[in-house]
């Protein structure tokens, strides 16, 4: 075996005297007593202690007679013989930085390498022993490939790298987006305005479908996006054992079968078996959501049902080392990687229509459709009645004209522009400006649960010394905090010695560092005096760390504490024996041992316990009082570890006895990745709007039902899934469990994606939440994906739709907000286009079929939408949103745009404007016989008709009341107007242009008479159908 060399330990060689770490003597009782008996034997060494525990062996030999080279080969002689003809080993010596040397054990031989099938991230690796993953690989646990078969299996497994999708040429882009009906209704809208002479409101319209093209093109790009991201997660240089040679290589030149060297520090360059470890452990929680890093045990052997994050034998690429170091077997590269199967996962992610876009093109047809056959109708009516078809193919044109609402669309993305500009002040990112909308409509959000609706800042929360329960104030890593008794004043730590020992023994018995790293404006590093105001980070285990941050509030500084305490030893932690141990010397000399670690082990090694400042002896009834509060923390979702220490007399490394014994309980930590304290309140408004809110996490269950329960999340009757029960359900099985089900924990990032999936089968619209890699395969399905800004990886933001910059789950209830209000504005901005355009057409259609002359030319009509389709329709669609707009149910995402009685109305204003225009048409062409005068009349009271009716917009029932001049844009927008077509009547430049004369006060009296009366009959035509339908309605309920 090859065991790689941490500089950070003491391996010196003294006259007279070695220490030196042996492969294959950790954990190896057989081999240390070999090795003793061994090299007892030889009589130029004085003594031999080899330490199956640590690995390690001290030598004291004469130097006169032997040296650091005869060793080496007294070493390498015993491993060949203990191997009784096995793979032997060279033992090379290497120099530290300092110049202090170490032993490195190296093999010499290579077993012969053939040709392998390789089937990648499919084999169940995880269940297999490491001498039967080397077979299957053709490799060595400790001589790895040779260099001529690792160049060999590059060119024919390829790179190890996430691949790229197929791209698609810019044209084929750009061609796409061209299919869209909208974008089809637009160009024939800029050929009718062309063919008109409009040439600038062609050229506008045309302008309009490139932003929209480009936009379009943008999006497309997304998945590779996603794919570029993920690869950027990817370690650029490894460290592998070639040949028996340590060498560094590209990460991208990996192949199965590699055997590479991982330390603290490093990131994971692909999915590999472990060999061998020390002290290992690897930050998942990007990939599995986990917060606490994994322990890992090369010697654990998992089954096909051991999920992602159980198995304690792997590591995946992506993934970081937070401690220890280790060796292993690489198993899969590239897109055979679990990170490679995520990106897989996206890049196959197609992006539905959002519901807006769906209803826009729905309405788009409908009025094309519509538009063709009013003209045709009057186009073929005119001909049979002789009235030439030039003239009638103008007046087809005209009404086309006035049907086609030419700034509809533009005013929808004007809408969703000033939307994303609100959101962008309250810290929402926009990636797509339809995703606006889709949130105002969502009917669930499923939230990742770490660094979501929780801080991923493990916080001490709770310590237990017999008899007491200690509350720790204070949150993520800023070492500010009292301590409490059920919620009393502060205690001083320093007058309760069981709680001082505690926190002592858990600073002492740690290899985190607690780190702060903000500077002031002027980039002046801030002094600890200043640390309330400083950004700390913790390097290391985050438990750990957390541990730190509760001594630290105490006064208890790691650095400080190592001026009076020297670590002399460490018991690194292992899953067997679930205790870390650490060994100081004091300033009086004294060898303090620490011990922590999973409760039912450290009280099986103590005697004693700590209370009221004494020493007294552990009994079962004790014992029994501390496990139960362990498991009374631990139901509250805390990580609980038990503290303990005693005194040692005499302190021997070498012992081949645990030291963990006779020890003193001193007492329990809890800690917890603490929910943020926004998220319970928009929860509470989420259900309150009628969305319904979910957790996807890959943590343990208990831990994530007790998070669930503390935000309100988690209520009576609602379920807890597992991923392992996810997976013995078919689709239609999750389909219905994703009904009864809160809380899905110990998920994978298929899982999540399943889940995603399931709920858009039930007709939910799906907002999912993330900030890991895991996410982003199920943000991607989601209708729209909600990425974290801070928190949030690369790989999901890409994924997501949207991204909140300052990861606040709180923030989604703003943007939801935003969403309803941008729709419900969108809603008004089609009520009032389409009656007025609707308005119009009743007008031309009626005096085309009375033989009447069109009562506006082409270009009165262009100039009415002008200048009530424009700055009016754009003010329009800037309302703030209605006072109860949040506690109204979201809107069903099937529903027609004209849902809720809006196609009525739209309908019923329309006719209404039409019919009293065409009233005050004829009236004045009969009274005066002065044609342009009467058209001129109606083009004044058709503009003030639009400004009446856009006003009456402002109340739709659904949005909720708003005030009147609450839109002070609005009210400046509607004078505006009106000046222009007072202009457009009164000023003799545009009189030449629109065909207009001026008009006299009693006209525009008679005008503006008319046009509120619109505003009237609508009103009262709406009284009378509410009053209908509620008798209706009261009818049916005696029945």
């Known amino acids: 075996m090859f065991l790689s060399v941490d500089q950070r330990q003491t391996y010196r060689l003294l006259p007279g005297r070695l220490r030196v770490s042996v492969p294959g003597l950790c954990h190896n009782k057989q081999f240390a007593r070999f090795l003793t008996e061994q090299l007892a034997s030889d009589h130029n060494i004085i003594s031999i202690s080899a330490n199956y525990l640590t690995g390690r062996a001290l030598i004291h030999f004469d130097q006169n007679r032997l040296g650091v080279k005869e060793i080496q080969q007294v070493l390498t002689q015993a491993w060949g013989r203990f191997c009784r003809g096995g793979n032997s080993l060279e033992i090379n010596l290497q120099q530290f930085a300092d110049g202090s040397p170490s032993l490195v054990a190296l093999p010499v031989s290579n077993p012969q390498i053939e040709g392998i099938s390789y089937t990648g991230s499919s084999k169940l690796w995880h269940s297999e022993s490491t001498q039967s993953v080397c077979d299957f690989l053709k490799t060595s646990d400790n001589f790895g490939l040779s260099d001529r078969e690792a160049a060999v299996r590059l060119k024919e497994w390829g790179s190890n790298k996430l691949v790229e999708g197929k791209r698609a040429s810019f044209w084929e ?18 050929g009718i305005s062309f063919v008109l002479g409009k040439r600038s409101n062609a050229l506008l319209t045309g302008s309009i479908v490139v932003a929209n093209a480009v936009l379009g093109v943008i999006q497309e790009r997304k998945a590779e996006q996603s794919i570029e991201s993920l690869q950027k997660l990817a370690a650029p240089q490894a460290r592998v054992i070639r040949a028996g040679r340590v060498q560094k290589v590209t990460a991208e030149n990996l192949i199965p079968g590699d055997l590479i060297i991982l330390e603290a520090g490093d990131r994971v360059p692909a999915d590999a078996r472990l060999i061998t470890a020390v002290q290992f452990a690897t930050e998942e929680a990007s990939l599995t959501g986990e917060t606490v890093p994994a322990k890992k045990d090369p010697r ?71 538009c063709l056959a009013v003209s045709g109708f009057v186009m073929v009516s005119g001909i049979i009645r002789g009235q030439g078809f030039v003239n009638m193919l103008q007046t087809a044109a ?35 400006l339809s995703s606006v909308e889709t949130l105002g ?50 205690v001083n730590v320093y007058e309760n010695a069981e709680l001082y020992q505690t926190l002592l023994t858990g600073a002492l018995c740690n290899n985190a560092r607690l780190n702060q790293s903000r500077a002031s404006k002027e980039g002046k590093v801030l002094s600890m005096s200043e640390h309330r105001n400083g950004l700390w980070t913790v390097e290391g285990d985050p438990t750990e760390g957390a541990i730190l941050v509760a001594a ?43 011990v922590k670690g999973a409760a039912d082990r450290v009280l099986a090694a103590c005697t004693h316990y700590l209370r009221d400042g004494e020493v007294r002896q552990l009994n079962d009834a004790v014992r029994a009082e501390i496990m139960c509060a362990n498991d009374e923390m631990a139901n509250k979702a805390l990580r609980v570890l ?85 997976d013995r359900m078919s689709d239609k099985q999750l389909t219905d469990a994703v009904e009864t089900n809160t809380v899905f924990a110990r998920t994978s990032p298929h899982h999540k994606l399943r889940i995603v999936k399931a709920l858009k089968q039930r007709g939910y619209v799906v907002a999912m939440t993330g900030d890991g890699v895991n996410d982003a395969p199920a943000v991607k399905a989601a209708d729209i994906g909600i990425a974290m800004g801070i928190m949030g990886t690369d790989v999901t933001k890409e994924a997501a739709s949207m ?37 119009e057409v009743v007008l031309m259609l009626l005096a085309a079929l009375m033989g009447l002359p069109l009562p506006l030319i082409p270009i009165q009509l262009l100039w009415i939408n002008l200048v009530g389709d424009g700055l009016p329709a754009v003010a329009l669609v800037n309302d703030p949103p209605a006072q109860d707009i ?32 065409l009233l005050l048409y004829m009236w004045k062409l009969r009274s005066t016989g002065n044609l342009v005068l009467a058209r001129t009349l109606v083009l004044v009271q058709l503009a003030i008709s639009q400004f009446v009716h856009i006003f009456d917009c402002r109340g739709e029932k659904q949005t909720g009341s708003v005030g009147l001049f609450s839109n002070l844009w609005l009210v400046a927008a509607v004078a505006l107007s009106l000046g222009m077509v007072a202009a457009s009547v009164h000023l003799p430049l545009l009189q030449s242009i629109f065909g207009t004369v001026p008009l006299s006060a009693g006209d525009w009296g008679v005008a503006t008479a008319m046009a509120v009366a619109t505003g009237i009959i609508d009103a009262g035509i709406s009284r009378v159908r509410a009053i209908s339908s509620l008798e209706d309605t009261t009818c049916s309920a005696k029945i």
């Open 173 to 190: 882009l750009l061609g796409n987006q061209f299919k869209d009906f909208m974008v089809q209704v637009l160009l024939g809208t800029a």
């Open 398 to 432: 005209s009404l086309a004209v006035a049907a086609i609402p030419e700034g509809l669309t533009a005013i929808v993305i004007i809408a969703l522009a000033m939307g994303v500009q609100r959101m962008s002040k309250r810290n929402i990112i926009i990636r797509q």
């Open 441 to 490: 409509c969502a009917t669930v959000i499923c939230s990742d649960k770490t660094g979501t609706l929780t801080k991923n800042e493990m916080t001490a929360r709770m310590v237990y010394t017999h008899g007491r329960k200690w509350q720790v104030a204070g949150e993520g890593y800023t070492p500010v905090g009292d301590f409490f008794i059920d919620g009393g004043a502060p």
């Open 642 to 726: 038990a503290c303990a220490y005693r005194l040692i007399e005499e302190f021997d490394e070498n012992s081949e006895e645990e030291p963990e014994q006779e020890l003193i309980f001193c007492g329990l930590l809890g800690m917890i990745d603490p929910p943020r304290p926004e998220v319970p309140p928009a929860i509470a408004k989420c259900r309150q709007a009628g969305v319904k809110v979910l957790m996807i996490t890959g943590d343990h269950q208990r831990t994530a039902s007790a998070v669930a329960r503390e935000i309100g999340l988690l209520q009576a009757g609602d379920g807890v899934l597992l991923g392992s029960e996810i």
């Open 886 to 917: 949040m506690r109204q149910p979201p809107r069903t995402a099937s529903d027609s745009v004209f849902a809720g009685g809006l196609g009525t109305k739209v309908l019923a204003r329309g006719f209404i404007i039409g019919l009293t225009s």
């Open 552 to 594: 630290a509030k105490a006064g208890l500084w790691r650095d400080e504490l190592e001026k009076s305490f020297i670590r002399v030893y460490e018991y690194p932690f292992e899953s067997e024996r679930r205790i870390m141990s650490t060994v100081y010397k004091t300033q009086v000399g004294d060898m303090l041992l620490n």
């Open 300 to 370: 654990y052997r998992g089954n096909e049902a051991t999920t992602l994050g159980d198995r304690k034998n792997m590591v995946f690429m992506g993934t970081g080392v937070t401690r220890g170091r280790a060796t292993a077997i690489v198993v899969a590269t590239g897109m055979k990687t679990e990170m490679g199967r995520i990106a897989s996962l996206i890049q196959h992610q197609t992006e539905a229509a959002t519901p807006l876009q769906c209803k826009l093109e729905q309405l788009g047809k409908s009025l094309v459709y519509g």
């Open 803 to 839: 991204t909140l910059a300052d990861d606040n789950f709180a923030t989604i209830v703003h943007a939801m907000e935003e969403g309803r209000s941008i729709y419900a504005n969108i809603r008004k901005a089609i009520r009032y286009l389409l009656a007025t355009n609707i308005g």
